[in-house]
């Protein structure tokens, strides 16, 4: 089993439409959790760090689940330049920072 | 240009050849790290440093594989005796220490095996 996982999509989103996805992660003692967005053939880009209680960052909402081990992205008014994919990131607090990556969920936004 | 620097952005080697990518973090970032990415997967974790200190490194490293940051700045990416395998994105990423840090990423350097 994959200590991140993810569900690869894709997801197609009407433009304006609100559309969530999940992932969940393995390692119960994982300390820090983040959203990076990466566009095709570029490099993956911070979107925003996860609390414990759920934070907003304009049309962006994360949430998570430390009892049942997920994570949630919800993004609301879906805007075109929104298409990409999201990777779920999880720090599992050991020595290092080290981040493990999950697969990615793919979002389209069409018109 | 303040981010984290990759050289070469495209590399195309034949099979059997030694290559070498170069990764310049950005200064105030102690620790540096490389990964890996294949189409449609995450990065996957190669190794990292902490200054001049390689830390840890990823079972993905075979010996054919090496890294140095000699002097804790920059730090450059070894492959010996390329396989077609080993075709990817190869992402270095640099942070400031603790946990609650996310990774500034480079643009990459994409590696074709032929």
């Known amino acids: 089993r994959k200590e991140v996982e993810q569900d690869p999509g894709p997801f197609n989103v009407p433009e304006g439409a609100t559309v969530a996805f999940n992932c969940t992660y393995s390692?119960?003692?994982?300390?820090?959790f983040f959203w990076y967005r990466q566009d095709c053939r570029k490099e993956p880009k911070l979107l925003m760090s996860?609390?414990?209680s759920g934070n907003e960052d304009g049309r962006f909402t994360a949430q998570l689940n430390r009892a049942s081990q997920y994570i949630s992205l919800l993004i609301r008014d879906s805007k075109l330049s929104d298409s990409a994919t999201y990777l779920c990131?999880?720090?599992?607090?050991?020595?290092?920072?080290?981040?493990?990556f999950g697969g990615g969920t793919r979002v389209l936004v069409k018109p | 240009d303040t981010g984290v620097s990759q050289n070469p952005r495209h590399k195309i080697t034949k099979r059997g050849q030694n290559v070498t990518f170069r990764c310049d973090p950005i200064?105030?970032?102690?620790?540096l790290y490389w990964y890996r990415q294949t189409l449609g997967q995450g990065p996957e974790f190669l190794t990292y440093?902490?200054?001049?200190?390689?830390?840890?490194k990823s079972r993905l490293l075979s010996d054919r594989f090496s890294a140095e940051r000699p002097k804790g700045s920059f730090s450059t990416l070894e492959i010996q005796r390329t396989e077609q395998g080993d075709s990817a994105m190869y992402l270095c990423?640099?942070?400031?220490?603790?946990?609650?840090?996310?990774?500034?990423f480079g643009s990459g350097t994409r590696l074709t095996v032929v």
């Open positions: 996860v609390y414990s």
């Open positions: 990131v999880v720090n599992r607090g050991a020595a290092g920072n080290k981040l493990t």
């Open positions: 390692n119960s003692a994982s300390q820090s």
């Open positions: 200064s105030e970032h102690n620790r």
């Open positions: 990423a640099s942070s400031l220490p603790g946990e609650n840090y996310g990774y500034t």
């Open positions: 440093f902490q200054n001049e200190a390689q830390l840890e």
